[in-house]
């Protein structure tokens, strides 16, 4: 079972909408959270990260949020564009892992007109 | 700042071909640096991390004799892939951090081999 879930897998939205994403995680102890956009065919780029004492993160339309007691996150994407079509990743740094991370299933984001 | 190069970014062979990929950080050193291979609509799994100037560690399952890493400095990391064959083909990024676990990776933009 991996250790941090994403959902929902796939999601279609229409420009200038709202969307959340989730991220379930069993890995612990934690170090940090970070969610990533990886476009198509290139490498992961981070949006946010938060250690385990941060409940949210804000970076520009992007909003990250932690709750470090049900070990759940979620990314908030406001007014969507179509340049946000990406994979959204949630990646986990295990304390104490050499900077090991753990990587979420992704989120297949898709923004329609 | 903070940039990771990856060269190629695309490279098509024939089976039986060696193919190094090179990984390097522009504006910081990177004491660490990890290989990944992604293969389409799965997460980045990791390969092995490599430390400057000393051996990488590879991720069980993940053969040293056929991804061989070279880190002989700290902005520039090599993977090569030896004697491929059509099973290698997928996606492969490299990341670099500083070393530490509050440190960031910052990862490239993959190189796509692809193994005829």
């Known amino acids: 079972k991996n250790q941090v879930e994403q959902s929902p897998q796939s999601l279609i939205i229409l420009e200038g909408k709202n969307c959340t994403l989730q991220?379930?995680?069993?890995?612990?102890?934690?170090?940090?959270l970070r969610w990533y956009k990886q476009d198509t065919g290139r490498g992961p780029v981070s949006l946010t990260i938060?250690?385990?004492?941060?409940n949210t993160k804000s970076n520009g339309r992007y909003t990250a949020t932690l709750d470090a007691d049900t070990k759940q996150s979620s990314l908030h994407i406001t007014a969507s564009q179509l340049s946000d079509s990406a994979s959204y990743i949630c990646?986990?740094?295990?304390?104490?892992?050499?900077?090991?991370?753990?990587f979420g299933t992704g989120t297949q984001l898709k923004v329609e007109l | 700042g903070a940039v990771v190069s990856q060269h190629p970014s695309w490279v098509i062979c024939k089976s039986g071909t060696s193919v190094k990929i090179e990984c390097r950080s522009l504006?910081?050193?990177?004491?660490?640096m990890f290989w990944y291979r992604q293969f389409p609509k799965q997460s980045l799994m990791l390969m092995a991390t490599?430390?400057?100037?000393?051996?990488?560690?590879?991720e069980q399952g993940v053969e040293k004799d056929k991804f061989l890493i070279n880190h002989a400095s700290l902005t520039l990391s090599t993977l090569t892939v030896t004697s491929a064959h059509p099973e290698d083909s997928s996606f492969y990024i490299c990341?670099?951090?500083?070393?530490?676990?509050?440190?960031?990776?910052?990862f490239g933009d993959g190189t796509r081999l692809s193994i005829l």
């Open positions: 504006d910081f050193q990177a004491t660490t």
């Open positions: 990646v986990v740094t295990l304390t104490g892992g050499g900077n090991k991370l753990t």
């Open positions: 990341s670099a951090s500083r070393g530490t676990s509050n440190q960031p990776q910052h």
């Open positions: 938060m250690t385990f004492s941060e």
């Open positions: 490599s430390n400057e100037g000393s051996k990488a560690t590879y």
């Open positions: 991220c379930n995680y069993t890995v612990s102890p934690f170090s940090n």
